[in-house]
């Protein structure tokens, strides 16, 4: 069996750290292509470089022409910009969308079958662009930010409980900005919900609720906190990790269900958009989007977080992207 094609679009932090992660984790064989010259050769070199350490056995190539990147199965596309302290997603909007149009018409030329996964930021109007551009189906083309932020959420109720994060369970949905949805209702701990262990803990529902807002709030500013802090660009750590979680279900056809920024045709109420939803990710892509019962609240914040969504691509359209 031949080995799977990644190509990855963008060679700066995010895209150094899915070099690696393919690598060890043998996904396929890796074109890692960006616009300065030498970099990806030497980021790639690099990383070939550990393969008798590591023990793994795959091809990787740094480009600077798209026509390396023909054949891919699978492209990542982190080109772009990332955030300076100060900055929210929204303000790399004209910057990304000029990168993310060049990026698309190179990816349509060289790699019409691939499936696409979008990290550039603002997330949500970057694959709505990829999408148009590329004319690619919809079901073809997604972002990541839903497992990142839900893996944030999750790592932050594992700290609150003293319970391993492996064993939390939670979901954010909705665009990847300010208004993101981590849904409370949802999030348990194999099986037991987060506000009952909470509750059980501080035997005070208010103080329960108190910190349970705190969690949100965090996980709904947790990007900034690390730009903050980096000073020089944005989390690269864990938004390669969540990308290759999605990779390797589609790569694999696992069929996870993750949270993924995907193309909804009426699904939550919301028709023609791209927003973070449930989805079912196997060998074609998008498979399934899965509709969760939402609450009043629950619901008015997604419609909150569309509408988001909604401004910024109307935004990014009369800017003539
Ligand atoms: N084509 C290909 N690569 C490009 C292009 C282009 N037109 N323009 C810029 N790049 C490359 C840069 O040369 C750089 O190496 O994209 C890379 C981006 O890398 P970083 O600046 O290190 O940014 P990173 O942390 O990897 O984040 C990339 O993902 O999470 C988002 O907000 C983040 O939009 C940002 C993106």
């Known amino acids: 069996m031949a080995r ?16 690696q992660l393919i690598a060890q984790k043998q996904l396929g064989d890796v074109v890692l292509f960006d616009i300065v010259e030498d970099l990806p050769q030497g980021k790639t070199l690099d990383i070939a470089e550990a393969s008798r350490v590591d023990g793994f056995d795959v091809n990787l190539k740094g480009a600077n022409e798209y026509k390396d990147i023909a054949g891919s199965d699978l ?4 080109a772009g910009l990332p955030r300076k302290p100060g900055m929210s997603r929204d303000d790399l909007l004209v910057t990304n969308a000029k990168i993310m149009k060049s990026v698309a018409e190179g990816v349509k030329e060289f790699a019409p079958n691939a499936i696409v996964i979008i990290i550039s930021n603002p997330l949500d109007a970057m694959v709505t662009l990829f999408q148009k551009v590329s004319g690619f189906p919809t079901h073809k083309v997604m972002g990541q930010a839903g497992v990142l932020d839900s893996s944030r959420f999750s790592t932050f109720i594992a700290w609150e409980l003293g319970i391993s994060v492996k064993d939390i369970n939670a979901m954010v949905l909705g665009g990847h900005g300010d208004t993101m949805v981590p849904l409370v209702r949802y999030a348990n701990v194999n099986g037991v919900p987060v506000m009952e262990m909470l509750e059980r803990k ?31 660009g944005s989390a690269f750590y864990s938004p390669a990790s969540s990308a290759i979680a999605m990779a390797a279900s589609i790569l694999l056809d696992e069929k996870r269900l993750l949270p ?9 109420s919301v028709d023609g958009y791209y927003v973070g939803v449930p989805a079912v990710l ?3 892509g998008v498979e399934r989007i899965i509709e969760l019962s939402l609450d009043a609240e629950e619901q008015s914040a997604l419609d909150n977080s569309v509408a988001a969504v909604k401004s910024l691509v109307e935004d990014m359209e009369r800017l003539g992207f």
Request: with cysteine.
């Open 202 to 232: 501080y035997k005070d529902a208010a103080k329960a609720k108190e910190v349970m807002d705190a969690m949100v709030q965090r996980t709904k500013m947790a990007g900034g906190e690390v730009v903050k802090l980096l000073k020089t």
């Open 260 to 268: 993924t920024c995907a193309y909804l045709n009426g699904e939550f």
């Open 282 to 284: 196997g060998e074609n």
């Open 4 to 19: 799977k094609k990644i190509a990855l679009i963008g060679g700066g932090q995010i895209g150094g750290v899915l070099t």
């Open 75 to 78: 492209v990542i596309i982190t």
